[in-house]
């Protein structure tokens, strides 16, 4: 079995269950907003740990001319806020070496 490691306490690799949940993409800041305290609050009532996942920058999109998130500073600095006030680990997709 691969070794385990911890993210801010969330353990991957030992075989016990957690979730990465969250928005496919940061369409706005209030939306981020209520889906992560509704995922913070149903988790915790639960006792099952979770990585909040959204991503700043959704490429994928069916459409060329569809909105792709907030970018990379905007984004961030919204994933970072959740983070911290709600003190849960933030992931995001990162596309480029850039980024």
């Given at each position: 079995m691969p070794e385990s490691f911890s993210i801010q306490g969330v353990t991957v690799g030992d075989?016990?269950?957690?979730?990465?949940?969250?928005?496919?993409?940061?369409?706005?800041?209030?939306?981020?907003?209520?889906?992560?305290?509704?995922?913070?609050?149903?988790?915790?009532?639960?006792g099952v740990p979770f990585l909040f996942k959204a991503s700043y920058d959704k490429a994928n999109r069916t459409s060329v001319s569809s909105f792709?998130?907030?970018?990379?500073?905007?984004?961030?600095?919204?994933?970072?806020?959740?983070?911290r006030e709600l003190k849960i680990p933030v992931t995001t997709d990162v596309h480029t070496e850039e980024q």
């Amino acid at each position: 079995m691969p070794e385990s490691f911890s993210i801010q306490g969330v353990t991957v690799g030992d075989g016990s269950l957690f979730f990465i949940l969250g928005p496919r993409a940061l369409e706005n800041e209030e939306f981020a907003w209520r889906m992560a305290r509704s995922l913070h609050e149903h988790c915790s009532r639960l006792g099952v740990p979770f990585l909040f996942k959204a991503s700043y920058d959704k490429a994928n999109r069916t459409s060329v001319s569809s909105f792709r998130g907030p970018g990379v500073k905007e984004g961030c600095r919204i994933l970072g806020e959740i983070g911290r006030e709600l003190k849960i680990p933030v992931t995001t997709d990162v596309h480029t070496e850039e980024q």
